[in-house]
């Protein structure tokens, strides 16, 4: 037998020796050893593991945007990321356009629709409730189906104007409408309060900014205990999504929820240019070195960043190393070192384990990083 590309002398994060094959962008044979030829070969070095590919699901990357931009390339295939979910940049109105540049990346990318037709033009998209066009959304979710794989309405106080509760509501009855498809929504300073929010969604549903350090966020400041009805919701299958961004991870956030038992559910960046460029983003594996410092195993780290996202937006064939799954895969080192991490609150930790993308590999093709 013959394959496209085969990858010799692996190991998986939890040690384990594994190979693979892929063929026509697919995994063709997964095995501890494998005997055959390969048009293209790669033999790992002793020091290096391989994961699923990547999966940031929360970037944004719609380079025509003016606030939240970015180059699918720059923050994917670049960084070590094989598929990125751009997190509502785009409504109804632009999408398609989103969709046609998308296409020409490397990257695979998909897209949350904004419930608001024009997306994050300006920063209170959801003030003016006449923006929100539900028959819009089902069009784009029709016209779409391979690109788009949910929706997102972003729920803090400079983006709702004064509409309270109701755009989250709208959205779940978009929701509902559309085969419960994923719904992320965006937390931050109140209102709405979070309680509300929490008690408005169900299981499946993805908060993200889960471990940011504003007043409305799930730690109680006056007690520094995680909320009792953000347990409650994180126990009844809500998805807790880290989303770092600028302004929305706190490290003792994070590490009180973990001292308490709770984990995020998923690892993302919230990424777009500036907080790329100038940090404290900067890409996800720095944001995966950040949620080690804080007391994660990296089996967990890479779980969060493979498996659960594919799982949370319904990627059939992505998020592990299986036969028949597509050939996107994460090759990287973890070494010694020391480096300062910085959060969105100025806060600092220094690391001293650092993950390094050393090639990325998409539907069976080979980039270096």
């Known amino acids: 037998m013959s394959y496209d590309l085969i990858i010799k002398n692996g190991r998986t994060i939890e040690g384990k020796p594994i190979e693979i094959a892929i063929n026509a962008g697919k995994i063709a044979k997964v095995a501890d050893k494998i005997e055959a030829d390969g048009k293209e070969l790669i033999e790992l ?7 699923a590919g ?16 970015d180059f699918p390339d720059e923050i994917g295939v670049k960084k070590g990321v094989t598929t990125v979910i751009d997190a509502g940049t785009t409504g109804a109105e632009n999408i398609h356009e989103f969709y046609d540049l998308a296409k020409q990346a490397k990257t695979n990318v998909y897209a949350l629709v904004n419930i608001s037709k024009w997306g994050i033009v300006e920063q209170d998209e959801l003030a003016d409730l006449s923006k929100v066009k539900e028959e ?3 069009k784009v979710l029709t016209e779409l189906p391979d690109f788009v794989v949910g929706i997102k309405a972003r729920m803090s106080k400079t ?4 509409n309270g509760i109701t755009p989250l509501e709208m959205a779940k009855k978009i929701q509902k409408e559309n085969n ?3 719904l992320m929504v965006h937390i931050g300073s109140a209102p709405p309060e979070l309680n509300e929010i929490l ?4 299981k499946g549903d993805v908060l993200t900014h889960c471990f940011n350090g504003k007043p409305n966020g799930i730690l109680d400041q006056s007690t520094n205990k995680v909320k009792d009805f953000a347990w409650a919701a994180y126990n009844k299958g809500v998805v807790f999504d880290i989303g770092h961004g600028t302004d929305s991870f706190n490290f003792h956030v994070a590490e009180t929820a973990l001292a308490e038992g709770m984990e995020a559910t998923s690892i993302s960046t919230d990424i777009y240019i500036r907080n790329r460029e100038k940090g404290p983003v900067h890409d996800l594996a720095t944001t995966m070195e950040k949620l080690r410092v804080v007391g994660y195993e990296w089996p967990e780290i890479i779980e969060k960043v493979t498996a659960a996202p594919a799982e949370n937006f319904r990627f059939e064939t992505k998020g592990h190393l299986k036969e028949g799954y597509d ?20 806060f600092t930790r220094e690391a001293k384990e650092l993950i390094k993308p050393v090639k990325t590999i998409i539907g069976g093709t080979v980039y270096d990083n």
Not at 45 to 51: H, K
Not at 54 to 69: A, G, N, Q, R, S
Not at 327 to 346: H, M, R, V, W, Y
Request: a negative charge; proline letters at 2%.
């Open 45 to 51: 070095s002793a020091d290096t593991y391989l994961s």
């Open 180 to 182: 419960d498809l994923p």
């Open 327 to 346: 050939g996107d895969i994460t090759i990287f080192t973890i070494e010694a070192g020391q480096k300062t991490l910085t959060d969105s609150n100025g």
């Open 159 to 162: 983006v709702i104007g004064d």
């Open 199 to 202: 008690a408005h969604m169900t």
């Open 136 to 138: 819009l959304v089902h």
């Open 54 to 69: 990547w999966i940031d699901d929360h970037v944004h990357c719609f380079e025509k945007m003016t606030l939240y931009y």
